[in-house]
C-alpha cells in the first residue's frame, strides 16, 4: 500500500531553518505531484508548496514564498521542504501529500489523495 513517511520537524527558535523530509513507497512516484501542507489545532488544513512530477516546476503560499524550498529526488522517492527564516507563526503539524499529476491543481488540498501521518515543528520567539 501506499506510505508516505515524514521527518525532521521539531523545536526550533525564530530565524533558525530546518529541513523536512518525505520518503514514499508503494507508488509509482515520478508520476505524482507531491505537496506540503500545514495545520494548527481547530484551523484548516493549508497549502504550503508544490512540486511538478518532473521536479521542473514549484508552487508556493504567499506566507512562505521566498523562504521555503521545496524539492523531490525521484530516485529515491523523496520530497523535501527546506525551510528559512523560520517564524512562531510557522508552527503546525506538517503534512506531505501526493497527487497524480495533471499539470493542474496543485493547491488545491482535495486532489490530493495520499497523505502522511505529520511532522510537528515548532518555532519558539
Known amino acids: 500500500q501506499v506510505q508516505l513517511v515524514e521527518s525532521g520537524g521539531g523545536l526550533v527558535q525564530a530565524g533558525d531553518s530546518l529541513t523536512l523530509s518525505c520518503a514514499a513507497s508503494?507508488?509509482?512516484?515520478?508520476?505524482?505531484?507531491m505537496g506540503w501542507f500545514r495545520q494548527v489545532p481547530g484551523k484548516e488544513r493549508e497549502f504550503v508548496a508544490a512540486?511538478?512530477?518532473?521536479?521542473?516546476?514549484?508552487y508556493y503560499a504567499d506566507s512562505v514564498k521566498g523562504r521555503f524550498t521545496i524539492s523531490r529526488d525521484n530516485a529515491k522517492q523523496k520530497v523535501y521542504l527546506q525551510m528559512n527564516s523560520l517564524k512562531p507563526g510557522d508552527t503546525a503539524v506538517y503534512y506531505c501529500?501526493?497527487?497524480?499529476?495533471?499539470?493542474?491543481?496543485?493547491?488545491?488540498?482535495?486532489?490530493?489523495?495520499?497523505w502522511g501521518q505529520g511532522t510537528q515543528v515548532t518555532v519558539s520567539s
Open positions: 501529500a501526493a497527487k497524480p499529476e495533471n499539470g493542474r491543481y496543485y493547491y488545491t488540498r482535495v486532489e490530493y489523495k495520499y
Open positions: 512540486i511538478t512530477s518532473s521536479g521542473g516546476s514549484a
Open positions: 508503494g507508488l509509482t512516484f515520478s508520476t505524482y505531484a
